[in-house]
């Protein structure tokens, strides 16, 4: 069984790195639920394919550790890797984010989330991130929601507070005890003026989730296709996700 087990995680590593080989905000929903002395570590990204050359073939990598202090309160933090600038890799920023979950019941969570975004370029503006997570489950289906508050701070910070919002939608180990979901991501741009339908960031698309054990460590794998509805969205996006997490 564990050779198995290996046999599935380089799989799916090697077939998402060749992916990466041909295929522009990064894409996560955040459950509400906090685990005590949960700690974890996680690489992210996406990779857009687009007939606009300047957003082809784009891509960004997110590490991640993670700690639950609480039983109610979990630290991330995050490191961003993109090909900003036309160069290959650029560190983009760094997050430090804290999530204080505020309800626990038996079909229904929520929580609130903080995060302040240390921009790498001297000449960008830090970001200041505010979340409210919430979570539905009956059995094995589930809807989660984010819904994201984002604003420049500093001296060289521009614009207002922008609005975004992320929906997930899923039913639990339909085969192989893989989880099968839907997911959507949107940006809609500053709340004072916001975008008329065509200029903002829609993508939704289906995504297969899948957990094991490895000895004392549980792995999570994620791979997910998204589908741009508006022309200000990257046509295709493939994302994916790997977690490793230790109790």
Do not use: C
Not at 90 to 98: A, H, R
Not at 107 to 112: E, G, T
Request: proline content about 1%; cysteine-free; aromatic content about 18%.
């Amino acid at each position: 069984m564990k050779i198995y087990s290996i046999v599935k995680v380089f799989i799916v590593i090697n077939l998402i790195f060749l992916l990466q080989k041909y295929l522009h905000a990064h894409h996560k929903i955040y459950s509400p639920r906090v685990k005590e002395g949960r700690q974890s570590f996680e690489w992210r990204g996406h990779f857009d394919l687009d007939d606009r050359t300047e957003i082809n073939k784009a891509h960004h990598h997110v590490l991640e550790t993670e700690y639950s202090w609480t039983s109610y309160w979990q630290s991330e933090l995050e490191f961003h890797l993109s090909d900003k600038d036309n160069t290959p890799m650029d560190w983009e920023k760094t997050e430090f984010q804290n999530q204080l979950q505020i309800a626990d019941y038996q079909n229904w969570a929520a929580a609130l989330y903080f995060s302040y975004n240390f921009v790498s370029e001297s000449d960008e503006a830090d970001e200041i991130e505010y979340k409210y997570l919430n979570k539905f489950y009956v059995s094995d289906v589930g809807f989660i929601s984010n819904f994201v508050f984002e604003k420049q701070v500093g001296k060289t910070a521009r614009g207002s507070t922008t609005f975004s919002l992320s929906n997930y939608i899923f039913l639990k180990e339909i085969f192989f005890d893989m989880t099968f979901g839907i997911l959507g991501f949107s940006e809609f741009g500053e709340i004072s003026k916001t975008k008329v339908f065509g200029e903002q960031e829609h993508q939704y698309g289906p995504q297969f989730e899948y957990e094991f054990e490895l000895g004392t460590k549980e792995f999570e794998l994620a791979l997910g296709y998204l589908h741009g509805l508006t022309d200000a969205s990257a046509n295709h996006a493939l994302i994916w996700n790997i977690e490793f997490e230790f109790n």
